[in-house]
């Protein structure tokens, strides 16, 4: 049982550059979220999703996209790299309002 | 959704009680309060929620007066890797904000 898996760890983009931040998660776990954390701040949610097929807005979603095609995935996508998306990014799942369980993040630098 | 505000920091020493505050003044009646806690850049752990009345699980004891505008979650003997940043938020449904949090330092 590995919980919420995210890949990769680390990672540099240059301006403009697209990349795809994975998440998966094995518990089952109908809800999915993803956060982006910036130095000295606390967690903003960018995009959720309550189960397959369905995703809706956060805080600060502009600049990213995401797809919720399975129960177990829920990757995050910035087309159009800026350096103002520099930041440590969590996927977090949970079965309902009750016990968020983390990924480790993944911090990636936008040059 | 209803502001939480906490201290920015507090310490602690080791061995001893950590109790932490959180004044939610603005909590509507169906909020629950919800502590998490974060170890050094890793993603939040989830520590304890409750409504209305006092909870006790394995990690810590959860205390929301009976005007619910406030509550105090106690670490009963705080380690060193207890050190932490300690979320409270306020929230009726999934969608968890974090703020800023009480950065905990316990010390030998």
């Known amino acids: 049982n590995a919980g919420v898996t995210q890949t990769p760890k680390f990672r540099i983009l240059k301006i403009g550059q697209s990349m795809t931040l994975q998440c998966t998660q094995d518990?089952?776990?109908?809800?999915m979220y993803w956060y982006r954390q910036d130095p000295g701040m606390g967690l903003k949610l960018i995009y959720y999703s309550v189960g397959a097929g369905i995703t809706d807005k956060g805080e600060v979603p502009n600049g990213y996209n995401v797809s919720r095609s399975t129960t177990e995935d829920f990757p995050l996508r910035l087309e159009l790299a800026a350096p103002s998306q520099t930041s440590v990014y969590f996927c977090a799942s949970s079965l309902r309002q009750v016990g968020y369980t983390f990924g480790s993040g993944t911090r990636l630098t936008v040059v | 959704d209803a502001k939480t505000t906490q201290p920015p920091s507090m310490d602690c020493a080791e061995g001893r009680a950590a109790n932490l505050p959180c004044n939610h003044s603005t909590i509507s009646g169906n909020e629950y309060v919800y502590w998490y806690r974060q170890i050094h850049s890793q993603g939040p752990q989830y520590i304890i929620h409750?409504?209305?009345n006092n909870e006790t699980n394995e990690m810590a004891s959860l205390i929301i007066t009976e005007d619910r505008k406030s509550s105090t979650l106690i670490l009963p003997h705080a380690t060193l890797r207890d050190t932490a940043v300690y979320y409270c938020?306020?929230?009726?449904?999934?969608?968890?904000?974090f703020g800023a949090g009480t950065t905990v330092t316990v010390r030998a």
């Open positions: 938020i306020v929230r009726v449904d999934y969608k968890l904000s």
């Open positions: 409750g409504l209305k």
């Open positions: 518990m089952n776990h109908n809800y």
